[in-house]
């Protein structure tokens, strides 16, 4: 089984602090995704990366970046956290097409709060 | 740009009895993806069930089918005979298959009760 990890599932930050929230997947997927989840809001895609070292920004990606050394570990970096900030992050990895069934598989979450 | 509506933020099911959860989706292409998605209280996102917009068939799987309504652009799951553990939210979820790096578009969510 497909199994992404995300390194955190709570965090507490004060605001103004850098915030690294780690994920790595072990099925050598291509594709990974992270994702803010938000009551009434649904899944936000902040950042993708289809490659090492490769990146796109997602719908939200303002206030975050991302970092890709390692096909199998994708990070998402908060530079300088605020309150609004504060939500559930969701990582997620899906194959290369050839072997996409289009399916995302997804990490536990990480709820970061930001005080 | 392509958009997922879930108009129900939350549903209640009797154990035992059957619900239908709604989606409906706004696209232009004629070649996609759908999903839902479940995901139980504290615990990782997964998929339930998946249609290919190609194929005319409602995708089944065990107590889950969908209803696939292309023409109207809308794909409903439905669960029979509830179980406790079917509570959670539940995701509607699209993709394009137009291109190698479609992302998925998300609803909003519907959250689903499981009354004993």
Redesign the interface.
């Known amino acids: 089984d497909v199994k992404?990890t995300q390194s955190s599932r709570y965090l507490v930050k004060r605001t103004g602090e850098k915030v690294f929230l780690e994920c790595v997947q072990d099925m050598d997927h291509e594709?990974m995704?992270w994702y803010r989840q938000d009551p009434?809001?649904?899944?936000r895609?902040i950042y993708?990366s289809?490659d090492v070292k490769m990146k796109?920004k997602?719908d939200i990606p303002e206030g975050y970046s991302v970092s890709r050394e390692k096909k199998e570990r994708f990070s998402l970096i908060l530079e300088s956290a605020s309150t609004n900030q504060t939500s559930m992050y969701?990582c997620a990895s899906r194959p290369?097409?050839g072997e996409?069934?289009?399916?995302?598989f997804?990490?536990?979450?990480s709820r970061l709060t930001v005080l | 740009a392509q958009t997922v509506t879930q108009s129900q933020?939350e549903m209640s099911v009797q154990e035992a009895e059957t619900v239908t959860l709604s989606c409906t989706y706004d696209t232009s292409e004629s070649d996609y993806?759908l999903?839902w998605y479940k995901q139980p209280p504290s615990?990782?996102?997964?998929?339930v069930i998946?249609q290919e917009a190609y194929k005319q068939q409602n995708a089944t799987e065990n107590r889950f089918s969908v209803n696939f309504q292309k023409a109207a652009k809308s794909f409903s799951l439905k669960i029979s005979d509830s179980q406790l553990g079917d509570a959670a939210m539940y995701?509607c979820a699209y993709?394009s298959?137009r291109g190698?790096?479609?992302?998925?578009i998300?609803?909003?969510?519907t959250k689903l009760s499981v009354k004993p």
């Open positions: 992404v594709n995704f009434g809001l649904g899944l895609l993708f289809y796109e997602g969701l290369a097409s996409d069934t289009g399916e995302l997804f990490g536990e979450g | 933020p993806y999903f615990r990782q996102m997964i998929l998946r995701f993709r298959n190698s790096q479609g992302n998925l998300f609803g909003k969510g």
